[in-house]
């Protein structure tokens, strides 16, 4: 008489890594983006938001359109600019402003 192993029923020790394995492959692909893309942009986000806040009177900025200017005013979420040699003055919102070519002494 021949006995048949049925290998599917048995569980061995390589049936459950080969479970475990496309979860921890899952879990590595979601580290490294986390730590090469979601966390430097967090990073990013936070020191352009504390720029944004830090704005004060005689600031030259660059907007996202790329519109160069002196801040003349600032408002709670606008800024009114100088731009151009006319002195013309245009209004923006605050998270227009992409980024401050003034530097200010940190204290």
Not at 59 to 79: A, C, P, Q
Not at 90 to 101: K, P, Q
Request: glycine share 6%; charged share 25%.
């Amino acid at each position: 008489m021949v006995q048949f192993l049925d290998v599917a029923a048995e569980p061995t020790a390589m049936n459950g890594l080969m479970t475990f394995t496309p979860l921890l492959s899952l879990v590595v692909v979601f580290v490294i983006f986390y730590f090469m893309l979601i966390r430097p942009q967090k990073k990013r986000d936070k020191e352009i938001s504390k720029m944004r806040s830090t704005l004060q009177i005689g600031d030259e900025v660059v907007t996202r359109g790329g519109i160069i200017g002196i801040v003349v005013s600032i408002r709670e979420d606008t800024l009114i600019l100088e731009t151009g040699n006319e002195r013309s003055k245009i209004r923006i919102l605050r998270g227009a402003v992409e980024t401050c070519n003034t530097v200010h002494d940190e204290a």
